[in-house]
């Protein structure tokens, strides 16, 4: 079980987090992992395969040619005798170890992702109040979450680095004002940490909502190894989160797709429990994957059990800032993160390099990383990339700093005018031409109407002014840069235009790749 007790309340220079002692187990069964060992006994038994999957197994098929007969033989579909089917099934042993070392009262294992987690947290909420206090730079699948339910939303804008232009996290003092002038309030949702790595202060955002009798929901996607080394974070639960979604595949090393929701033992589990349960019946697959969910099971076990994987990944993560530092060239984005009041500590497996400074944009970075190198890091901006090391991987660091190194630099005019920057400003002579964040625009619907509203598709120009019917969101990192019932404004436009022409640039909910139209309300 989780038994983080540190107060992360006051900011200090850091690279790595506040630290805090590491969780010890509960009992000698963390160390099994009772769905997939049970998914495994089953595939080892000849069975013949007369239902779904229809790949049934079959050996000499094109799955079992092309992932090996292991993969398609564990592939079995729910409600299976001694797996899943029953009670105190070894699914039922399996949610209660991963409860309890996450420090839930109750774990929901999850088979689209962290994406579903926010959408049923989203849809719990109107038990519990009309309006949500929420965080402008979530996730796009929050907004979601609002059109499926209907909810107004209040939102607490989030500091932003004006020299990276990224958004960080929101103060509790922000939140509580934010709830001081909203009626009938459900909840507050807030994101922490962020893609960046930022951490936010959960454990005072906690007492603000609490004060205000309304429980706090924590899109921990990106924490979801945080409580299970020294090094690490408290995780939200600990910190006083009532509600907490978990993307385990993205650092704590299930399978992509997977993730978990957790709940915890605090004032408001009686009345979310039973809403969450049926939420959560709602929008999961009636045909769960056994893969995703034995990844789960075995990603809850290494976690638990291999402190000292975590540590070296840790270790790992630390000698490439150190080395970045020594070198010169680059940045480290977390170097200036004790600048902003809402940051209390930085998850040490995430690498946030300055580009700027060595010459070159991110997204030019990113892709000439891909191209020349074969590496892959997880986010581009203008001005920065993101590489993330796993909890328990040990990849070649040296070569990620060597590649790094060897970027071209500064940008010469044809490669800079092809990537949409000025030269001045890739060579780090300047900020002028980088890509800033827009000011959302004013909220004039509610998600939900808008998205249901009739709609009318637009010229990108003809739509600055009018109300969008789309949640559109840059990707990476997928936070919503305008969101259904905001006005469109001509910032917003041409930031999505000119991140959906950046290398491996993307802008989920578009109408088309270029941004070239939106769909507006009619």
């Known amino acids: 079980m989780n038994t983080r007790t540190t107060d992360h309340r006051t900011p200090t220079p850091f690279s790595t987090p506040s630290l805090a002692p590491a969780p010890a187990l509960a009992d000698a069964g963390q160390s099994c992992a009772p769905y997939a060992e049970a998914v495994l006994g089953h595939a080892g038994r000849d069975w013949l395969r007369l239902n779904v999957p229809g790949h049934a197994a079959a050996p000499g098929s094109d799955l079992a040619d092309f992932f090996g007969s292991r993969i398609p033989a564990l592939d ?34 999850l088979t689209n992702g962290a994406s579903q987690g926010n959408q049923i947290a989203s849809m719990v909420a109107p038990a519990l109040g009309r309006t949500l206090v929420v965080q402008r730079s979530v996730h796009s699948s929050v907004i979601d979450g609002l059109v499926l339910s209907g909810l107004d939303a209040v939102f607490v804008q989030p500091s932003v680095d004006p020299e990276q232009g990224i958004a960080h996290g929101v103060t509790a003092t922000d939140v509580a004002q934010a709830l001081e002038r909203t009626p009938d309030v459900a909840a507050v949702y807030i994101v922490s940490p962020s893609y960046f790595g930022a951490v936010a202060d959960v454990r005072a955002i906690a007492d603000a909502a609490h004060a205000a009798g309304v429980p706090l929901i924590v899109d921990e996607a990106w924490g979801s190894h945080f409580g299970f080394h020294p090094a690490l974070p408290a995780n939200a639960l600990s910190s006083g989160a009532d509600l907490a979604t978990s993307s385990t595949h993205k650092l704590a090393g299930s399978l992509t797709q997977s993730a978990m929701l957790h709940l915890a033992r605090g004032p408001f589990a009686d009345l979310l429990e039973p809403l969450v349960d049926r939420a959560f019946r709602l929008v999961q697959s009636t045909s769960a994957s056994a893969l995703l969910t034995a990844s789960l ?25 150190g080395a970045v530092r020594a070198l010169g060239r680059f940045g480290v984005v977390s170097d200036r993160f004790h600048a902003f009041p809402d940051i209390v500590a930085a998850d040490p497996l995430r690498i946030a390099i300055d580009t700027r400074t060595g010459g070159i944009t991110g997204h030019e970075a990113r892709r000439r990383l891909f191209r020349d190198h074969q590496i892959m890091v ?37 490669t800079a005018e092809s990537v949409g920057v000025g030269v001045g400003s890739a060579a780090g002579a300047g900020t002028a031409d980088m890509l800033r964040l827009p000011a959302p625009g004013a909220t004039k619907l509610t998600a939900r109407a808008a998205f249901l509203s009739p709609t009318l598709v637009v010229a ?27 006005v469109i404004t001509a910032e917003a436009v041409r930031f999505l235009q000119r991140t959906a022409a950046a290398p491996n640039g993307h802008v989920r909910g578009a109408v088309d790749p270029g941004v070239t139209r939106l769909r507006v309300v009619a």
Do not use: K
């Open 76 to 109: 079995f579909p729910p409600l299976l005798d001694g797996v899943d089917l029953g009670t105190d099934t070894p699914l039922d042993r399996a949610l209660a170890l991963a409860a309890e070392a996450w420090g839930a009262r109750r774990t929901w294992f």
């Open 297 to 321: 099971d075995l990603a809850r076990r290494s976690l638990v059990s291999d402190a000292a994987a975590t540590g070296g990944s840790v270790a790992a993560a630390d000698r490439v800032r």
């Open 378 to 414: 997880e986010v581009a901006t203008d001005a920065a990339i993101v590489a993330v090391i796993g909890a328990g991987s040990l990849p070649d660091t040296d070569r990620f700093v060597e590649a790094l190194h060897t970027l071209p630099s500064p940008l010469s005019a044809e």
């Open 460 to 486: 990108a120009e003809e739509a600055v002014g009018r109300i969008s019917a789309d949640t559109l969101a840059a990707y990476p990192p997928g936070i919503p840069n305008v969101l259904p019932g905001e």
